[in-house]
């Protein structure tokens, strides 16, 4: 097979990459915006006895709004095969990161007396655990992927 047909081959948001299209701006908005629903919906009944609570919710909430955003954005970049898609998407990947590891420390960070947000820091850690190993992996498919050096190189090149 020559450089060209290999080319025609991987070139196209097909396969895994698609998935991550389809993940970035479908389904990864949609469950981030549920499950921030569910927390608050779960919450509001102990926002007066923990004040803290509250914040800790409208802190996370904004941040995964903000992610939310950036997700649909990353995927639609990706999606059209847009100029700086590839690192649009790691850096979004990266604020997804970043954010679990935040997320760890929030509860802590808003007030939270101790026991509780010890509590809630661990019920979400395997949760938080997870969303790390997707963005790390999802990082790992777009810097080693042949799909997406073919697919983005080409633009790049024009």
Known sequence: MTVNQENV???????W????????????????????????DAA??????????????????????????????AGLALWRVTPGAVGIARKYLMAVFLYTVFAFFLPAVV???????????????????LTISYAVIWFLYLSH???VKVTYQTITQQ
């Open 9 to 15: 081959r991987y070139r196209g948001v097909k396969g």
């Open 17 to 40: 990459l698609l998935i991550l299209c389809l993940s970035l701006t479908i389904f990864d908005p949609l469950a981030m915006l549920l499950s921030l629903f569910s927390i608050t």
């Open 44 to 73: 509001k009944p102990l926002f007066d006895q923990y004040p803290g609570l509250l914040r800790l919710v409208v802190v996370s909430g904004v941040c995964r709004l903000a992610i939310a955003v950036s997700s649909i954005y």
């Open 111 to 129: 007030g939270l007396p101790e026991d509780l947000a010890q509590e809630i820091a661990g019920s979400s850690f395997v949760a938080g655990t």
């Open 145 to 147: 992927s042949r799909r």
